[in-house]
C-alpha cells in the first residue's frame, strides 16, 4: 500500500508541474504577442510619419497646442520673438466679497505704475474686467496671497521678445488684440496669424550678433556727444539684406507704454534729413558717368566764395586755392562739387537721384516710410546745392541703397528685412557703369587715408566713405548750432561687401570730441570702432596685405611745402 501511494503522489507531482509549465508558456507567449503588437504600433507610426512627413508632425502638433503668432528669428534662427502661454489679472466684481477700496490699494502697492483710483475704478464696473494683462508670476502670486476669489488669472497667449530693446524698431510690437502694430509684426502680420505659415519660423535679414555690436556703438557716442538722437545700418550691397538697423532712443516692445512712444519713430526709414557732403561722391559719380568729368587732375576754381542768382556757396574750410576732382572729395568742398553739378546739369542730375529713388518712399518691407524731401523747383542753384546735399532730404535708408549701388558695381537694388536664399537676390537696375563705380571705389578709400574720414580707418578693413555735416533748417534758415553728423561708409574697398550708414542727431562740441561737432570727429570714429567687431561675424578678415590701388591718384593730392606747413603749424621743421 505504501508502494502505491508513493507512486500516486509522484503521478500527482509531474501532471502539476506539467500544468504549470504549461500556464508559464501560455503567459510568456502572451507576453511576446504584446510586445509584438506594441512594437508593430511603433513601427507603423515611424512609417507612418516617414511617408507623410513633416505635414503629419504639424498636424500632431496643431492639434495639441495652439501656437498663437508665428515666431521672428535672426538669419541664423536666433529667436526675436515668440509666443508664449502668459498670465493675466482678471475680476469678477459680482464675486468680491472684500472692501474694494481696500483691495483697490493692495493692488496698487503690487502694480505701482498704475494708480488706486484707477484700481477702483476698475474693481466698481458691473462685467469681468482685466486688471492686467502680462502680468509676471511673481506679481500673480502676491495678488493670488491676497484671498479674493473674486479675482482669477487666466492663461492667454502672449508676445515674448527675449532680446528686450535689441532691434525693436525692426521687430515693432502686438497689440493685445493679437495683430502686429508697427515694424515686422506689422508687416509680417497675415503670415503670423496665418494657421499654416506659423508653424515655421519667420526668418529676419538681420544678424543679431552685428545688431548688438551697433547698438553697443552708436549708445556709447550718443552719451559721449551728448546727443539728441543716433541711427544707423550695416546693408549688403550684393543682395540688399540690411544685416543691422537701429534707432536710438529705443523702447522695449514687452513693455510698450505712453513713455515709449516718443520713441517709436524709425529714424532710418521714417525721417529724413539734409545728409549734407554724404552726397558729394554721389554727384562726382553722376558726373563722371555722364562724361562731365572725364579728367580727375582737371582743376576748379575753390579760392574764393561761389556766387549764384545773389547766394554766395562757401566751404567751411577754405583751401584758398584750386582743386582738382579727388581733392574735392578729400578735402570736402562745396564750391567745387557745385560747379561739377552745374555742368551736369539739372536734367542728369534729377535722372540719377530718380534712378537711386530719391524721389518716393525707399523700399523695404516696413509700412513705417517717410516720402523724401523733393525740391518743389529744381533751378540752377538748387541743382548746385543738391549737389554737396542741402536743399534736399532723405532717410538714413536712402542714403544707404545709393551708396551700395555706387560701390557694388552700379546696380541699385532695394533693401530687405527678409534672409533671402540666393536665388532670390534681384538682379538689380543699372545707376552707374561699372568702370565708375571702380573709380569710385578709390575716391573712398582716399577719402578715409588722407582727407575728412581719417577717423574712420580700421586697420585692415579697407574702409572708404565720407563725411557729412549739415546744419538743420529752422525758422528763418538753417541753424548753425544744430548739427546732423553722418557718415556714409563702404568696406572692404578692393571688393565692397557692406555698407555703415551712422548718423548722430546734434552731437554737442565737447572733449570727447576735441570740441569739434562734425561728422569727422562724431561719426567716423563710430565707423572705426563697429567695423573691427563686425567684420569677422560677416566674414570679413582684417589684412593688412591687400588693399585697393590708389597709386594713380595719389599724386593728384597737393601736399603742402613741408617748411611752409611747419610754419603755418608753429612748429619748427628742424
Known sequence: MTALASGSHRVRLASKRQHLTLTAQVRLVAVLALFGLGMGAILLRLTFIGVFGEQAQAASRSALVDPGRGDIVDRNGVPLARTIDGYAVRVVPSRLIGDRKVLAGKLAAIFPDTSEERFLKLLSRDKPTYLRHRAVPEEVNRVHALGEVGIEFPREKERFYPQLQLAAHVLGYVHPDGHGVSGMERAMDADLIDPKKRLTPSALSVDIRVQAAL?????????????????GLVLDVETGEVMAMTSLPSFNPNRFDASSAAFEANQVTYRFFELGSTFKPLTVAAAIDAGTVTDLSRRYDASRPLKVAGFQIRDSHSSGRWLNVPETLV??????????ADELGPE?????????HFDRQAEINLRERAKPLWPAQWGRLTNMTVGYGHGIAVTPLHLAS????????????PATLMKLNPADVPRGERVFKASTSARMNQLLRMIVRDGTGRKAEAPGFRVGGKTGSAEKPGAGGYRRSS??????????????RYVVIIMIDEPSGNQASSFQRTAGWTAAPVVARLVPRIGPMLGIIPDDRRDVDVSELMPLLWKAPVKAAAKASGDDPA
Open 215 to 231: 547698438e553697443d556703438e552708436l549708445g556709447r557716442a550718443m552719451k559721449s556727444y551728448d546727443a539728441k538722437a543716433a541711427a
Open 348 to 356: 542728369r542730375l534729377q535722372a540719377v537721384m530718380r534712378k537711386l
Open 402 to 413: 545709393a551708396y551700395a549701388a555706387m560701390v557694388n558695381g552700379g546696380l541699385y537694388r
Open 483 to 496: 548739427v546732423v553728423a553722418t557718415f556714409a561708409a563702404a568696406f572692404p574697398m578692393d571688393a565692397p
Open 331 to 340: 578735402h570736402s568742398s562745396n564750391i567745387v562739387t557745385a560747379q561739377i
